[in-house]
């Protein structure tokens, strides 16, 4: 007669590090609980309000508003710009997706301390969710984009197929640094007032309200082209005004991009699985 099987045999010991693969296994088998959870908060996100979830829009059409007015109108950065209105349009809300999403990205931790405490699961699943969020909402921007465009006399253009891939390589993106401003704001609370001055500094250095590579000259120093190359949200928007405006882009830019976007998710993730134990215990 055979020994009973041990009920304790197929139980893993939390002290004992998964590997990578089956941790990501683990979130590809929970991925129905990212989903969830981003759409859960868009369900009752401004339930109660007059114009539900129309409200996030309004942020940034006042933004293009005021930095038509400000750029285009007054310091006329908008000169050899053609479709001005729809080039800043295309700018705001694509800065806007990297910006709001890294800074959810900062509240995954911290906002989701109970849930947390109250059942087991891959914590990387809760910056994935601030990403799919974000992509949500950018659906309603899409659309205010493409009806820009419309209106602007922008025409359909099979550059539009690639959207999807410009999409999916700035969510590469926002992921890695959802993943470490997670972690960082989960270790100093403080990051997160910090994360929205960064971005409106980077708004600056990274041309959504003026064509940033205009004003690159031959004495410009070396390092500053070397930002402006390498700085991966200047490539993409120049990626995302070639495919709705057909704008000049730069093929190294794309490289660097794609090369900037896989660093930064490779190290996000092993930086925020290295503080995966700590987490929701304070």
Not at 1 to 11: K, Q, V
Not at 171 to 192: C, I, Y
């Amino acid at each position: 007669m055979s020994a009973p099987s041990d009920p304790t045999a197929r139980l893993r010991r939390l002290d004992v590090e998964q590997s990578s693969a089956d941790y990501l296994r683990g979130m590809w088998q929970r991925r129905e609980f990212a989903i969830a959870l981003p759409v859960e908060n868009l369900r009752v996100a401004h339930q109660n309000t007059l114009l539900g979830n129309v409200w996030h829009l309004f942020n940034p059409l006042l933004s293009v508003a005021v930095f038509y007015v400000i750029f285009g109108v007054m310091l006329n950065t908008s000169r050899g710009v053609d479709h001005f209105i729809l080039w800043l349009v295309i700018g705001v809300f694509t800065y806007q997706l990297t910006s709001s999403t890294v800074t959810q990205g900062a509240r995954a931790l911290t906002g989701n301390v109970g849930l947390m405490r109250s059942m087991r699961f891959p914590r990387a699943l809760l910056p994935v969710s601030s990403v799919l969020a974000g992509l949500l909402h950018f659906g309603f921007e899409i659309a205010i984009m493409v009806l820009v465009a419309l209106a602007s006399g922008v025409g359909f253009s099979t550059r539009w197929l690639v959207f999807p891939l410009i999409l999916a390589l700035q969510s590469t993106l926002n992921l890695g640094g959802a993943f470490v401003t997670a972690r960082l704001n989960d270790t100093f609370s403080d990051v997160e007032q910090l994360i929205p001055f960064v971005f409106r500094l980077l708004m600056y250095l990274s041309g959504v309200m003026f064509p940033i590579r205009s004003f690159v000259k031959d004495d410009t120093p070396h390092l500053v082209k070397l930002f402006i190359d390498w700085n991966p949200l200047v490539n993409i928007l120049e990626m995302y005004r070639w495919t709705l405006l057909g704008t000049s882009v730069d093929p190294r830019g794309i490289v660097n991009t794609v090369i900037a976007a896989l660093v930064v998710l490779v190290f996000g993730f092993r930086f925020f699985r290295a503080g995966e134990p700590r987490y929701g215990l304070h």
